[in-house]
């Protein structure tokens, strides 16, 4: 059965979550944009500070979905050799995409979070979340990066995921939550009735409602 929305697949993990124990001591971690309506609904039911870590995907040049690796949240990129070797992609080539992805993920930094820091994660269990797992790249990504900025425990959590990307990610995580691990995946947006782009505005505005909550 698909979610009908994202904060509909955010609440339903959020109960995953806390049949699990609810991680009283952790920090939830959105990947924007679209992980953020998910990462909302389960900061809100778990009561837990939200924030988000953007991570951006690196894309081939003349085809910017198929990723060739991922930019973490500390600016470090996660480079997938087979696949650079595979399609002889050029360093200027890869270095021309990490340039404009680093000033992507740096407008995006300041346009969530303004000045504010991100919130002190050395030590501490965290719960990164998006929206799906398809191949897992950015996810993978982001746990390697909380992992070199000291985070303790790293769960990923996702509503839905592919077996492959499940599998893979539980050599990086201590733990992956999935609410659906479908055999037949197809992809992401093909289980939820409403997968509309989630928009800089609605990613500022549940941002701003998680603050205010926890205040």
């Known amino acids: 059965m698909k979610f ?11 109960a995953l979550l806390q049949r699990l124990g609810g991680f009283p001591d952790a920090m939830v971690l959105a990947l924007p944009r679209g992980g953020v ?55 200027s080539e890869i270095d021309a995409v990490v340039r404009a992805e680093r000033a992507e993920m740096a407008r995006r930094t300041q346009a969530y979070r303004g000045d504010r820091p991100l919130l002190e994660m050395r030590g501490r269990a965290v719960l990164v979340i998006d929206d799906g797992l398809a191949t897992g790249a950015t996810m993978r990504a982001a746990v390697r990066g909380l992992r070199r900025q000291g985070a303790g425990t790293v769960i990923a959590a996702v509503p839905v995921g592919s077996p492959e990307a499940c599998e893979a990610l539980q050599r990086e995580a201590d733990d992956v939550v999935c609410v659906r691990c479908p055999t037949v995946f197809r992809s992401v947006g093909a289980w939820y009735g409403d997968f509309s782009q989630t928009t800089d505005d609605e990613v500022c505005a549940l941002l701003a409602q998680a603050r205010g909550d926890s205040a």
């Open 4 to 14: 009908r929305d994202r904060a509909d697949a955010g609440r339903q993990l959020a």
């Open 37 to 91: 309506p998910v990462a909302f609904e389960v900061a809100r039911a778990l009561r837990l500070p939200l924030d988000v870590l953007v991570v951006r995907k690196l894309g081939l040049p003349a085809q910017p979905e198929y990723a060739f690796g991922a930019l973490a949240g500390d600016g470090l990129p996660e480079i997938d050799d087979h696949v650079v070797r595979m399609l002889d992609l050029r360093p």
